[in-house]
């Protein structure tokens, strides 16, 4: 989660996105798990355009369906 937190480029959104699933991967795999699957589903848009961008400078190489 660092690293994508270096990706240029990264609005509001994206960046408090990749700090919430640092915080919840810290709680434990199921919560970040659910918390994936929230923004998956609820915030499409914006983890795309953070993917794309961190994928662009080679800091996202695999991202789960």
């Given at each position: 989660m660092d690293e994508w937190l270096t990706t240029e480029g990264l609005n509001p959104p994206e960046i408090?996105?990749?700090?919430?699933?640092?915080?919840?991967?810290?709680?434990g795999e199921a919560p970040f798990r659910d918390i994936a699957r929230y923004f998956a589903?609820?915030?499409?848009?914006v983890v795309v355009s953070a993917v794309i961008k961190a994928r662009e400078q080679g800091?996202?190489?695999?991202?789960?369906n």
């Amino acid at each position: 989660m660092d690293e994508w937190l270096t990706t240029e480029g990264l609005n509001p959104p994206e960046i408090s996105m990749i700090q919430e699933l640092k915080r919840v991967a810290g709680v434990g795999e199921a919560p970040f798990r659910d918390i994936a699957r929230y923004f998956a589903a609820n915030l499409r848009e914006v983890v795309v355009s953070a993917v794309i961008k961190a994928r662009e400078q080679g800091k996202c190489q695999c991202w789960p369906n």
